[in-house]
């Protein structure tokens, strides 16, 4: 749904509670609605005491790797002897997700306060916020938003730069962002060393998504016992998360759940369910880069960080693909790999070559030439392609072939036996 | 210091390394080479060929062996199934888009896509002859670089090292995903002075030298470690020849000299090693005219000549002539007033921004500060003048000599040049790629090279030339070998005392004046 729409009652709206307020955008709106109080405050606290809160509150990253935010920012340097710097990913390019570009669209300062506030923690001087090259709309939001939070003067010594992507998958991947930043080619870097001890310029940086920077305001305001109490499921999941959903659903959009929330009743709930006469087949639930769910799957799936694992896919971003019984898996499928094919940053062997390989094994299958022994052949690339690489993209191309042949095995069988009519691919 | 080692297990094998070393560097030291790309102990680390994945326990995946440093206990199995797995798919990887033209490839017989196939990838491929594979056309990328694209495996070793090493970063990996290419700055060439490295680097057929395409298959190649003649620097070369020629120069590390690399300057400069134009025999004056003859009255004529001189004498000799012919050709005038000069040619210098002390030299010879060591002057000029009125002149393999003298002329040489004519006597040398010996480096360091392919017609090195002429004259006995003239002169020159040729093995070592670097 866009906004503004009014709430889903099973809804529970922080980070959207003034999603669709056209004034909300300007400092002075957001300063009504209290905006920057928590900076002020947070600027009088010792950097230390505002990692333990957010430590505390069981925040973890909402990029996709979700790792726990205060550790996170206690990796950095306690003694600083180098500039420190904070990186905001507002390169939102997961297929399937697009929350961040709503916070950006409608809740700018929300994500300036909290990453003047993660500088703060950090002792960063200064913040790169790397939006992606395509959200037009969004950037020259932030860019109007930051211009008055400068003129009044909110982030004090802080330096706080809008970045552009030039619009490449791949530097939504934080080393990969931090070369781009610095003007190179976006590779994904080798780690170690960490972007704490060496991140972008070689300095020590911090690195978080947009979603994960724009709750922290909230943390501190209503404590960290009132984030960890939003969960209703898992201890290790709290707050609230927003999800992104989209694909054969009667009403796409972004809804603001507790973590824990049941994936069926976002689908069936605030989401309007499938489209009039059509049923669930599978669900991408955190981006396209996870396991695809079967049916039964999605609909006994919690939405946390560990309910999703428990279902043998990952929350991932929040990006939420649902596919009814309509959906040409194979083709769905061929249609993903492409993607890693096209974003592949050519670095890694198993990625270069493995994502094409794999895209022209789909195509051929669809087109009806395929063998049967490309099911195997898929797989068994798929596994080399698996937890070798520099970053994750590879596995991110592997992952919805290997789920998809798992779980929906009959249907590239049938192109394979020539039961179903061959594609088209273009 | 037992903190600065680390100890670790690898295949079985208990190493002790210093902390930090890379495991596989740690590798080597328990007799492991684990298959690697982009890896290269000259280069920055990239870690994104994936290649030499292996298993280290305790890791929740594989590890690359060139990315991950040694930790005490660590335990490294570089041959369990998983290791050898992923290795085996990346190989499969790597070859679906080459192109498999081994049989018209230079590079074939010392290809390391070759070698790793053949050590560990798949018997055959899995990917369909359906699927086309990448093509690119072969670009020009300078004075003596080809890129053929679709043999590159992107291991990136070419961009790392015009980037990070001649610090003139022209190429770079062009597109993304399989249809990726190293590209060049549209209006750049790969013209550095040192550009020529890639192609060694390269560890496959996809950066070639347009100098030696299509001149020999690998396997044909016979090598020798040389030093290079091209400047004072000094680098560690090997010479690469077939049916004794020499064919190519490459160089041949050496962590304190030229590390990995050598200059195409020096790479090219190899053509003179197989002039056909030689002195085969020596040569004898009778009667007006020079005629060919033995060893025997060629050295009996030099003696007859030495017998009765008196008064001064001088040597001219070539900056690029051996330590020990150098030393030879000043014991043969002992108690005469010698004077002993040399000249060198003087180029441009250019060195390897990334690498401290590795430059192409301005004195573009291999051995001037041998010849200062033994007290040759540098004053050419004087030492002319001088042979205007000596009683003897020795002139060693030193072509452009401008010489007038009322004395007698014995001419040592390679080839036979107009001006040499008037010698009494010529005896013909070997060349360095001919005949072992040292050079001694800018920086004082003795090195030695060795004898590649054998001499022409009677043409002997320089060193048993002068040695046989010392004994004609009973002054000492003869020398049988290279190593028997250095370590004579190690006794009797002082820069070099203590030194001994066997023990100077591959690398070399400083000489007393190693310190010293001169004017």
């Known amino acids: ?426 | 210091m037992a903190d600065d080692i680390v100890n670790l297990t690898i295949d079985g094998v208990a190493v002790s390394v210093p902390k930090g070393t890379l495991v596989i560097e740690a590798a080597k030291q328990a007799g492991v080479l684990v298959p690697h790309y982009c890896y290269h102990p000259g280069l920055p680390v990239a870690g994104v060929c994936r290649m030499c994945l292996v298993d280290i326990e305790k890791a929740p995946k594989l590890q690359i062996a060139c990315a991950t440093q040694v930790a005490e206990g660590m335990v490294v199995h570089t041959q369990s199934p998983q290791a050898k797995k992923g290795r085996m798919g990346v190989l499969e990887l790597l070859l679906i888009n080459h192109p498999l033209d081994c049989p018209i490839c230079d590079q074939a017989g010392e290809c390391e896509l070759q070698d790793f196939t053949f050590q560990e990838g798949r018997p055959a491929t899995r990917y369909s002859p359906d699927y086309p594979k990448r093509f690119n056309p072969v670009e020009d990328f300078g004075p003596d670089v080809l890129y053929v694209p679709n043999r590159c495996i992107l291991c990136t070793r070419c961009v790392r090292f015009m980037e990070d090493v001649a610090k003139e970063p022209v190429l770079n990996v062009s597109e993304r995903g399989d249809r990726a290419y190293i590209g060049i700055h549209p209006e750049a060439r790969l013209d550095h002075p040192w550009a020529g490295n890639v192609v060694d680097l390269c560890p496959v057929g996809s950066l070639l030298s347009k100098d030696f395409l299509h001149k020999a298959r690998a396997w044909e190649l016979d090598k020798t470690a040389s030093v290079c003649t091209g400047c004072s620097q000094g680098c560690n070369v090997t010479l690469d020849t077939r049916d004794d020629v020499v064919t190519r120069v490459r160089p041949r590390p050496n962590r304190d000299v030229n590390r990995y690399f050598i200059c195409d300057h020096g790479r090219m400069n190899y053509r003179w090693l197989n002039r056909g134009d030689r002195i085969e025999a020596p040569l004898v004056r009778r009667g007006g005219e020079l005629h060919a003859t033995d060893w025997d009255e060629a050295c009996e004529r030099v003696a007859t000549v030495l017998r009765g001189a008196g008064g001064t004498a001088v040597s001219l000799v070539s900056p690029r002539a051996s330590t020990e012919a150098l030393f030879l050709a000043r014991e043969l005038f002992a108690g005469l007033d010698w004077t002993g000069a040399f000249q060198v040619v003087m180029g441009e210098e250019a060195p390897l921004a990334g690498v401290p002390n590795l430059a192409l030299r301005a004195e573009r010879a291999p051995n001037g500060r041998g010849a200062e060591l033994l007290g040759y002057s540098r004053d050419y000029a004087a030492a002319l003048a001088a042979a205007e009125r000596a009683a003897v002149v020795l002139v060693l393999d030193e072509p452009d000599v401008a010489l007038k003298t009322a004395g007698v002329v014995i001419y040592a040489g390679t080839v036979l040049p107009e001006r040499a004519r008037d010698a009494v006597v010529v005896l013909p040398i070997a060349n360095v790629a001919e005949e072992d010996g040292t050079f001694v480096n800018r920086d004082g360091r003795v090195q030695r090279y060795f004898q590649a392919k054998p001499a022409p017609g009677m043409a002997r090195p320089a060193w048993w030339v002068l040695s046989e002429l010392i004994a004609a004259l009973g002054r000492a006995d003869r020398l049988a070998s290279a190593a028997q003239a250095f370590d004579r002169m190690a006794a009797a020159v002082e820069p070099f005392r203590g030194l001994a040729y066997a023990e100077l093995g591959f690398g070399g070592k400083p000489t007393a004046a190693g310190a010293l670097v001169p004017a």
């Open chain 1, 1 to 426: 749904m866009g906004y503004p729409h009014k709430p889903h009652p099973k809804e529970t709206v922080v980070l959207s509670k003034h999603f669709g307020e056209a004034d909300a955008r300007s400092y002075k709106g957001w300063v009504k609605r209290g905006g920057y109080e928590m900076l002020k405050q947070a600027l009088t606290m010792e950097p230390a005491k505002v990692i333990d809160v957010v430590k505390e509150s069981g925040l973890r990253g909402r990029g996709g790797a979700g790792f726990p935010t205060g550790l996170k920012w206690s990796f950095m340097p306690k003694e600083k002897k180098k500039p420190h710097y904070l990186c905001v990913n507002a390169d939102e390019s997961e297929p399937g997700t697009f929350k961040d570009r709503e916070i950006m669209r409608w809740t700018p300062h929300a994500l300036l306060e909290g990453a003047a506030i993660a500088a703060h923690a950090i002792q960063a001087e200064v913040t790169y916020i790397y939006i992606r090259g395509e959200f037009t709309e969004p950037w020259t939001i932030m860019e109007r938003a930051l211009g008055e939070a400068s003129a009044a003067g909110v982030f004090g010594g802080m330096k706080v730069h809008l970045h552009r992507g030039a619009g490449a998958y791949i530097c939504g991947e934080e080393t990969a962002l931090m070369n781009s930043i610095e003007g190179k080619r976006g590779n994904p870097r080798i780690k170690p060393p960490f972007p704490a001890a060496a991140g972008v310029f070689g300095m020590p940086t911090t690195i978080n998504n947009v979603e994960t920077l724009a709750a922290v305001p909230h943390i501190l305001k209503h404590g960290a016992a009132w984030y960890k109490g939003l969960s209703l499921a898992s201890p290790k999941s709290t707050g609230t998360k927003l999800f992104s959903i989209c694909g054969h659903v009667a009403k796409p959009g972004n809804y603001e759940v507790t973590m824990g929330f049941p994936l069926k009743d976002l689908l069936y709930d605030l989401a309007g369910g499938m489209r009039p006469g059509r049923t669930l087949k599978a669900c991408i639930p955190g981006g396209s880069s996870v396991p695809i769910l079967n049916r039964e799957e999605t609909e006994s799936c919690l939405l946390d960080y560990e309910g999703v694992v428990e279902k043998g896919s990952m929350l991932g971003s929040g990006g939420v693909i649902v596919l009814d019984d309509t959906t040409d898996m194979v083709y769905q499928i061929m249609r993903l790999a492409r993607f890693y094919a096209h974003e592949s940053c050519a670095q890694c062997t198993q990625c270069r070559e493995g994502t094409a390989w794999t895209t022209k094994i789909l195509e051929r299958i669809l087109s009806g030439q395929g063998k049967t022994a490309d099911l195997d052949l898929l797989l068994d690339l798929a596994d080399n392609m698996t937890g070798k690489t520099i970053c994750v993209l590879s596995d991110s191309c592997a992952a919805p072939v290997v789920s998809g042949i798992k779980k929906f095995r009959n249907e590239f069988e049938d192109y394979i036996a020539g039961r179903r009519k061959p594609v088209m691919v273009a």
